[in-house]
């Protein structure tokens, strides 16, 4: 894949340690900020002697963390566990010979050396100190350590100290640093350019102002599909009928209850979109009647007629005008056959099969149907990375 790199929707912890080179942080923080990331800073005591708190919490609008029992911070009263959760990285910038000497030695005894041990996600120290400390036997040890633990290093320039003396510490520039944190953790924007219209979600089929007919549909496919899509750059419109509380940054959401209603949403929408997604569950029926108050229990035994809903695929496929449509199989039996065959009837580009299992799981395991008839079949995954193997697939 080729494309600019972004961190947008990327969870980033920015530790600061007592160094000069601390001020340097605000601006490697700026710069995360705007490409998208959402920052949070932690600052170790020495830290706080150069530059404080409130710098960090204006940049980055988010709580800088500076003690790990910190009273006054009632919504994060475990921060060194709360604030692991989801973070794609942790960057100690400027990282000094004390917690460098730490992370090896697995020593946790403030809030940035325990987030150290806590954090399961990437970590990459950006070292700063005196020419001597970084040459000293125990430094280069404990770098060697540091990186056989998984630590990447941006390794320090050769410049002026803080002291008048030139040697090897200075932090590394703040553009190789942020340069160093998109090529561990940025999402390549080899969508940018393209529009792509998504479904998600199980449609519900009224009986009554209260009662439906539906599925167990959740809709996470069809919004991992639109998160993973916005991620790479694309613009990215999602019909939901589901009620999943997701945030979705840069995704257009039209909410939908009814498969007239998403047909209707889909027909309006596909014009203007270079790509159809259908992971929506839509159902096949509705009552042939709706009634138009609630039918209460007492009216005796209730016989419900149905009629199918319209085929929203079949109905936009005859007619795509070269747009790429991708739909969705879940069978109890025969997978492969039944999923090759809508594949067929419903003039496809790629068909996404799954089974039953799929319902309201984080994980899946599908195999993905080409129009040519090729089957490349998937271990089980999370649906966001089932997402980003369809749009792979897909241009």
């Not at 490409?35 to 709580?63: C, Y």
């Not at 520039?173 to 998504?198: C, F, N, P, S």
């Not at 069809?222 to 916005?230: F, L, P, Q, V």
């Not at 709706?290 to 936009?316: A, F, H, Q, W, Y």
Request: hydrophobic residues 40%; aromatic residues 4%.
């Amino acid at each position: 894949m080729t494309g600019r790199l972004t961190l947008r929707n990327k969870k980033i912890i920015l530790g600061i340690t007592g160094c000069i080179a601390a001020y340097k942080s605000a601006d490697i923080l700026r710069s995360l900020v705007k490409k998208g990331a959402d920052v949070w800073v932690v600052m170790t005591d020495s830290a706080q002697e150069f530059i404080t708190p409130l710098t960090f919490r204006t940049l980055s609008g988010n709580p800088c963390i500076t003690d790990m029992f910190d009273k006054n911070n009632e919504t994060m009263p475990l921060p060194h566990i709360s604030l692991s959760d989801g973070a794609d990285l942790l960057l100690v910038a400027p990282a000094t010979a004390n917690i460098l000497g730490k992370a090896a030695s697995g020593i946790a005894d403030d809030i940035l050396s325990t987030l150290l041990l806590s954090c399961s996600c990437k970590k990459i120290f950006a070292p700063a100190m005196n020419t001597k400390m970084w040459e000293s036997k125990i430094v280069q040890d404990n770098l060697k350590k540091a990186r056989s633990l998984g630590i990447e290093m941006v390794e320090p320039d050769l410049g002026e100290l803080a002291c008048g003396q030139i040697g090897k510490g200075r932090m590394a520039q703040v553009e190789m640093i942020v340069e160093h944190v998109e090529k561990a953790i940025g999402t390549v924007q080899d969508l940018a350019g393209k529009r792509i219209l998504v479904t998600a979600g199980g449609t519900k089929e009224l009986i009554d102002p209260v009662r439906f007919i539906g599925n167990m549909s959740s809709g996470r496919m069809g919004y991992e599909i639109a998160r993973a899509a916005s991620e790479r750059g694309a613009v990215v419109t999602l019909i939901s009928s589901s009620e999943l509380s997701e945030d979705l940054p840069g995704v257009t959401i039209h909410a939908v209850q009814s498969a007239g209603q998403m047909s209707q949403a889909v027909k309006e929408h596909l014009p203007h979109n270079d790509a159809l997604v259908m992971a929506a569950a839509v159902s096949d029926f509705s009552p042939s009647k709706k009634s138009s108050r609630k039918i209460k229990k007492g009216e005796g035994p209730l016989n419900i007629s149905l009629e199918p809903t319209e085929d929203i695929l079949g109905s936009v496929s005859g007619n795509k005008k070269g747009k790429i449509v991708v739909g969705f199989a879940l069978e109890s039996e025969d997978l492969i056959a039944n999923a090759k065959k809508k594949l067929k009837e419903k003039q496809l580009d790629m068909i996404v099969a799954n089974d039953i299992s799929a319902f309201g799981a984080k994980d899946s395991r599908v195999s993905m149907i080409e129009k040519n008839g090729s089957v490349k079949k998937f271990p089980m995954q999370s649906k966001y990375d089932t997402a980003n193997r369809i749009l792979d697939r897909m241009f």
